[in-house]
């Protein structure tokens, strides 16, 4: 591939990547500025050609949605993307963060069939990501996704077994990253994630073609997968997610403090990489519950910071300079632990039902 690192960031797909292709870009160096697009500059209606004749452009306020004709999930998509936005910044407004507004529409992609997403992102990504149903990517700052209808899809043998309750994870390739799958496959969740990687993107809190460690980019973005958008702020806890750290914590399975905070990539074996997401998951909202000040200003210092590589001394170096030593971490780490086991003891109590004598 003759093009620079692409930084994909996935919703929960049909697929599990295989370990060989997964590793075939690991050693690519991360998408220089001038190399991206500039999402001011897409006009979403030169995008139609890749649907077919057929193909329209619905456009909310925030957002530029491109689809087949008279598809009917866009009306639900629209509005479910508008108020996924609003939440958006009114949670990170309730814990301090001041964001700036997307300068344009934000640019949707949906394929009707998967063999049109293949050929999309073979064409705009420069490489093969027929395993993926849906990704967002920092080089063309859109999300492409197969539609949500099942009845539509090219579905193959590999998610034949699949229901809306079945844990999938995406295997890992450079800034192709996994999640979960929680319910449908456009549900709430899916979409919050998915949103939440563009619109960091576009808000100032993140900036594109810099490295970002894998708990600030998933961590960020598991937090904000809600089932319901009632409300705002991150209140609402990811059970799944809360179960998959809990048993890693009592079978001695988390990653160490010192190595996850440097970490960029996550495992190709599938079962791993939930694992990794569940500890992202958790250290961000560590992070940002217990050291919200230290992590704006470590944000704000990377969003500074030019394009691409860096060691992982450097990624150290930043981190304690903005947090601390890891071990003092660490101790407030573990108390947070112990505190996400007695909240689920409780949740798990409070579920179970009463017995009548």
């Not at 958006?88 to 949707?108: C, D, I, N, T």
């Not at 998959?244 to 988390?254: N, V």
């Not at 573990?334 to 009463?354: E, G, H, V, W």
């Amino acid at each position: 591939m003759s093009k620079s690192t692409l930084f994909l960031f996935i919703a929960a797909g049909a697929f599990v990547c295989p370990s060989s292709s997964c590793r075939a870009s690991e050693q690519r160096s991360s998408v220089p500025a001038a190399s991206q697009t500039d999402n001011s500059s897409v006009d979403p209606a030169t995008l139609k050609p890749l649907l077919g004749s057929s193909a329209e452009v619905t456009e909310t306020e925030h957002f530029a949605i491109v689809h087949e004709e008279a598809a009917k999930y866009v009306p639900g998509t629209s509005r479910t993307l508008e108020r996924a936005y609003q939440r958006f910044y009114e949670a990170f407004s309730k814990v301090g963060f001041e964001l700036a507004p997307s300068r344009s529409r934000l640019v949707w992609v949906c394929f009707p069939r998967q063999s049109g997403f293949n050929k999309y992102a073979m064409e705009a990504e420069g490489t093969d990501l027929s395993w993926l149903d849906s990704y967002y990517s920092t080089l063309t700052n859109r999300v492409a996704i197969v539609e949500p209808s099942p009845r539509l899809l090219e579905r193959g043998e590999t998610d034949a077994t699949l229901t809306p309750s079945t844990p999938v994870a995406l295997a890992a390739r450079e800034g192709v990253l996994p999640i979960s799958a929680s319910g449908p496959r456009l549900d709430n969740a899916r979409l919050t994630h998915e949103l939440a990687h563009q619109l960091a993107f576009n808000s100032g809190l993140q900036k594109r073609g810099v490295m970002y460690p894998f708990w600030v980019s998933e961590g960020l973005a598991t937090n904000f997968e809600f089932e319901s958008l009632a409300g705002s702020g991150f209140e609402q806890c990811s059970t799944a997610r809360r179960a998959c750290l809990i048993k890693m914590r009592d079978a001695g399975e988390l990653v160490p403090l010192r190595q996850f905070i440097v970490q960029t990539k996550v495992p190709a074996d599938a079962a791993r990489s939930r694992r990794h997401y569940a500890q992202a998951w958790a250290f961000f909202q560590f992070m940002l519950t217990q050291h919200g000040e230290n992590l704006r200003s470590y944000l704000h210092h990377i969003a500074a910071l030019s394009p691409g590589q860096r060691t992982t001394t450097v990624l150290l170096r930043e981190f304690t300079d903005a947090f601390g030593s890891t071990e003092e971490v660490e101790d407030s780490w573990n108390t947070f632990l112990d505190r996400q086991a007695q909240q689920a003891r409780i949740s798990a109590d409070s579920a179970s039902p009463t017995v009548q004598k």
